[in-house]
Every structure is written in structure tokens, then in C-alpha cells.
């Protein structure tokens, strides 16, 4: 049965096509499928990273208001810790000492890690993989364990000592972890080795990458090594240079179980960083607040100055 004529002057009007009416919802509901399976894949993490790492630092943030000995019964302080902890020369100390050991954790290792591994990159050297393994072996090994051993070379009967006193530098040996004026120094010391094999391993893959036509046309334009060093290595390795910092500022500013094992803060406080003092305020003080609002200060100057180190490597 055919369909009756259109009237005069109107046009017909075509029946909606099913495939395009329904093209687009099957689109939608794919799309809406893919979502819940994303939300889905990320509920578990999200829960553990809630759970495990949200739910502790919430934690310690509340506990940073109150008076607390760890076993009785609370009091609330408000801002009191805080201004303890500001107010407090033990505490202060401690920082600075953290930021001293920024220096021996990240900057030198960097200035020698690159030296290092502009050399062995750009030179033909036998056994480079041995040598990589061979510099990165400490961050394989327990730190417990490098404190162990570093402490016995620099006790007074020590390696370090017996060296000095081999080559006729009695003068110089002394008990070096319990010098006033040397014990963070030798603290110092233990973190730019272990950090030095990591900042020059990553400094490798970065110089392993820049094309060698680079180094041959400024060669050709009569650029020094210095220049070539400046303009092509060190951009090169832009992104290498900041997981490098940002690890080991984070590595130095949390530093505990090498100051715990070495000196234990001693002697006096002369070794004392922020993590280790956390842990005396709390278990062996019983002042379970000012730790916590110590934890959070740290927690904060960690990511302020991990923050500023991203953001100036970011900038053209």
C-alpha cells in the first residue's frame, strides 16, 4: 500500500533515520561505561592512598593541636606546639642542620655527578656497566647498614684515622662523629656518597640521549668544552637534574635512621635534624603534639621547596 501524495505547496518530511537516532546513544553509553570502569580501576588505589597516607597526615595534623603523652587523655593547645616549636633553639637548630645537609646531599653530588658523567659518557670507557652498578650499589643497600660501616671508619681506631696516621697526618685524626665541629660534616659526607652514584647513573641516561651532531657542530664553530658543557649538556639534561634534586632534597630533609644509627644527634645537638627530633619529642619526651606539628612543618618545607625547584626548571 503506497503512502498518499503530499499536499500542495508542502514538502514531505523524511522519516528519522534509526541508525543516526540511535548511533549517538550507543556512543553515550559507551562512554559511560568507560567512566565507571576508570572510577572502578581507581577506587582501590585511591581507597589505600586515603586509607595509608590522607587518613595518618589528617591525623597528625590533628594531633598537632593538642597536648598529648601518648598514652592519657589529650588537651587542646591550639597553635601552643607550634609556637614551641618556633620558639624552641633545639628545634630550630635541627632545620638548619637539615638544610646544611642539602648541600652535601644534593648539591655537591650534582656538581660531581655531572663532571662524572659527562666524562664517562663521552669518552670510550671500558666496563661501563660494572661502573654503574658499582656507584649505584648504595642505594641497594640498607642505610642501617652503610651507618654501621661508616661509623667504624671514622671511630678513632678507625680506617679514616689509620690512613692519617700512615702518611704521617697525626695532627689531623680525632674522633670524628663526636667532634662538635665535624660530626655533621662526616654525617654530611656518608649522604653525598650514597647520592653521588644515584644523581650520576640518572645524568648518564640524560647525556646518553643528546645527539652527538650537537657536540660535532659546535665543535665545528669553535665552541670550548666549557661552552659545549653550558649550551648542550647541561639543557640536555634539564629533566635528569630535577628528579635528581627533588630526591635528594627529599632524602636530606628527611633523614633519620643515618643520624640515629651514626651519633644519635650528638654530640650535643650539633647533629639534629627535624625527622630524628620527631622522633625524640614523641617517644622519649612524650610530647606527642610538638612532634606533630614539627612532622608538619617538615612536611610543609618538604614540598615548598620541592615545589620552587620544579617550578624554576620549568621555566625557559
Same mark, same amino acid.
Given at each position: 500500500m503506497t503512502a498518499p501524495p503530499a499536499a500542495p505547496g508542502t514538502a514531505a518530511t523524511p522519516r528519522p533515520s534509526r541508525?543516526?537516532?540511535?548511533?549517538?546513544?550507543?556512543?553515550? *553509553?559507551?562512554?559511560?561505561g568507560r567512566a565507571v570502569i576508570s572510577v572502578a580501576l581507581l577506587a582501590l588505589p585511591l581507597l589505600v592512598y586515603g586509607l595509608f597516607m590522607l587518613y595518618p597526615l589528617g591525623r597528625v595534623l590533628m594531633l598537632s593541636f593538642y597536648r598529648w603523652d601518648g598514652l592519657g587523655v589529650g588537651e587542646w593547645v591550639g597553635a601552643q606546639n607550634y609556637v614551641t616549636t618556633f620558639s624552641d633553639e633545639r628545634l630550630l637548630g635541627a632545620f638548619l642542620h637539615a638544610l646544611i645537609?642539602?648541600?652535601?646531599?644534593?648539591?655537591?653530588?650534582?656538581?660531581?655527578?655531572?663532571? @662524572?658523567?659527562?666524562?664517562?659518557?663521552?669518552?670510550?670507557?671500558?666496563?661501563l656497566g660494572f661502573f654503574r652498578t658499582v656507584v649505584f650499589l648504595p642505594q641497594v643497600i640498607a642505610m642501617v647498614v652503610l651507618a654501621i660501616a661508616w661509623r667504624r671508619i671514622y671511630a678513632p681506631d678507625g680506617l679514616l684515622n689509620s690512613l692519617l696516621r700512615g702518611i704521617g697526618l697525626d /695532627?689531623?685524626?680525632?674522633?670524628?662523629?663526636?667532634?662538635? *665541629?665535624? /660530626? @655533621?660534616?662526616?654525617?654530611g659526607l656518608i649522604g653525598t656518597w650514597v647520592s653521588t652514584g644515584l644523581v650520576t647513573v640518572l645524568?648518564?641516561?640524560?647525556? *646518553?640521549?643528546?645527539?652527538?651532531?650537537?657536540?660535532?657542530?659546535?665543535?665545528?664553530?669553535?665552541?670550548?668544552?666549557w661552552r659545549r658543557f653550558w649550551h648542550i649538556t647541561i639543557p640536555?639534561?634539564?629533566?635528569?637534574?630535577?628528579? *635528581?634534586?627533588?630526591?635528594?632534597v627529599i632524602a636530606a630533609l628527611k633523614t633519620f635512621d643515618l643520624v640515629y644509627v651514626t651519633t644519635s644527634g650528638g654530640p650535643g645537638t650539633s647533629t639534629t635534624v627535624p625527622s630524628y627530633e620527631v622522633y625524640n619529642q614523641a617517644f622519649r619526651l612524650g610530647s606527642v603534639g610538638t612532634a606533630s606539628s614539627l612532622a608538619v612543618i617538615l612536611t610543609l618545607v618538604i614540598f615548598a621547596i620541592n615545589l620552587t625547584i620544579n617550578l624554576l626548571g620549568e621555566r625557559d
Open positions: 541508525t543516526a537516532d540511535t548511533r549517538p546513544r550507543r556512543l553515550l *553509553s559507551k562512554r559511560q645537609l642539602i648541600i652535601f646531599y644534593a648539591v655537591i653530588p650534582l656538581a660531581v655527578g655531572l663532571v @662524572l658523567a659527562t666524562l664517562l659518557t663521552r669518552t670510550q670507557v671500558r666496563g /695532627a689531623l685524626t680525632r674522633t670524628w662523629l663526636g667532634d662538635f *665541629s665535624t /660530626a @655533621l660534616i662526616a654525617v645524568l648518564m641516561s640524560g647525556i *646518553s640521549n643528546i645527539p652527538k651532531d650537537y657536540y660535532e657542530a659546535a665543535t665545528l664553530d669553535g665552541a670550548g668544552w640536555g639534561v634539564r629533566a635528569e637534574i630535577l628528579v *635528581s634534586l627533588t630526591l635528594t
